[in-house]
């Protein structure tokens, strides 16, 4: 078969669709020596992706998503290459290509969530932008050949949006990566400093009492937009106050709003930390008290589980498809409930045997996931389009 794959979210510019793409032809370059590949990217990523397989071509497809070109020229160029079928790893498809492919629908969040919250423009603006969204994700779902998606949770919820489509849905797991990068010794201890962590200020205080010198923290990694309920965390920093709250995430509008509220409210134990790189990040996560994670609606649920991975007890949203991806290896609360949410940290801070607990059973949850598993079973829907 000659497969493509719309990789233009290839990578870090596409943050979590990017991972999503990225590892997925990574995996499938290792297990698939029959069928040839196509990978359409951006200028910007394009020297990002580098064959390892030779049955794996890339190709140049300067298209901005959710733009004209997309529509109208990209359909033109996936047809120049004779294509068995086409992978779009998200919902914004060329509706104008006219042959076989699939689609990966990871969650329905812009359908359950659609406000002004949600963007910074104009409501006109956005109100078009919303009917668009509708119209080419109900397009997507009802053209394609097959819809994967990452959760019996959205499975359900995309089948009782668009019930036609109960045929066609595959759920196919995502996962996470067992590894994670430090700091040296040297340059944690500055990270920590700059961060306004760090207590003690000799330098030779071994690794393994870092934890004793360090401001109690407890950790949240991901963006701020409104599903995301990051408003509880100025309620619980002032329930909590000698923990810090750090907030991971690039600055945004969203960020920048939030921060502005904490400021608003003199809530100084929330620190957020704008954009860190892998290795800030994986220091972060290694001695962080515990990962919380008050999402509304979440598709997949994968900042937790990388959280658990990390080796982090997490205290967790029992919302949407969390339950079903973090089984019983997470903490749940009410994220309607802020009660709810003060009641399960403090009952993991007083434990040290519940946090023993979390973190061995996150380990071993985060081991049912498999990017190896999942391309394989990406390659079977590929192959039952035939």
């Not at 509008?253 to 809530?267: P, S, T, V």
């Not at 979440?298 to 959280?307: C, D, N, R, V």
């Not at 997490?314 to 903490?331: F, H």
């Amino acid at each position: 078969m000659r497969i493509g794959i719309d990789a233009r979210f290839y990578g870090s510019i596409g943050k979590g669709l990017g991972r999503y793409t990225e590892k997925l032809i990574a995996h499938l370059e290792e297990i698939d020596t029959e069928n040839e590949y196509f990978i359409f990217l951006l200028e910007e990523n394009f020297s990002v992706y580098c064959p390892r397989n030779p049955r794996f071509k890339k190709v140049k497809a300067n298209y901005r998503w959710y733009g004209f070109l997309e529509q109208i020229i990209f359909p033109l160029e996936l047809l120049w290459y004779r294509l068995d079928i086409v992978h779009f790893p998200h919902f914004n498809i060329p509706i104008l290509y006219p042959k076989k492919f699939v689609v990966t629908i990871h969650d329905l969040i812009l359908l359950h969530y659609p406000t002004m919250q949600n963007t910074t423009r104009s409501e006109v603006f956005y109100t078009v932008k919303f009917l668009m969204y509708r119209l080419v994700i109900a397009c997507a779902v009802y053209r394609s050949h097959f819809v994967v998606t990452v959760s019996q949770f959205t499975a359900q919820d995309i089948v009782a949006q668009y019930p036609h489509s109960r045929d066609k849905v595959r759920v196919i797991y995502e996962a996470t990566d067992s590894f994670c990068q430090f700091l040296s010794k040297t340059k944690e201890q500055a990270f920590f400093t700059r961060m306004g962590l760090w207590l003690d200020k000799s330098s030779d205080t071994p690794r393994s009492e870092i934890h004793d010198i360090l401001k109690p923290y407890l950790l949240y990694v991901g963006n701020a937009y409104p599903h995301k309920n990051l408003d509880i965390f100025l309620h619980l920093a002032l329930k909590f106050p000698a923990y810090t709250f750090v907030l991971v995430g690039k600055e945004d509008y969203f960020y920048a709003r939030l921060k502005r509220k904490a400021k608003k409210e003199n809530i100084t134990n929330i620190l957020f930390t704008d954009f860190v790189d892998d290795f800030e990040l994986g220091t972060l996560y290694r001695f962080a008290v515990c990962y919380i994670f008050p999402s509304f609606y979440e598709g997949f649920g994968f900042p937790p589980l990388e959280a658990m991975a990390r080796g982090l007890p997490v205290l967790s949203s029992s919302c949407g498809s969390l339950p079903e991806i973090l089984g019983t290896s997470a903490m749940y609360f009410d994220p309607q409930s802020k009660q709810s949410l003060e009641d399960g940290l403090q009952t993991i801070l007083t434990s040290s045997v519940l946090q023993d607990t979390l973190r061995n059973a996150g380990y071993q949850q985060v081991g049912k996931y498999s990017f190896t598993r999942m391309a394989e079973e990406t390659k079977r829907v590929y192959e039952q389009t035939k």
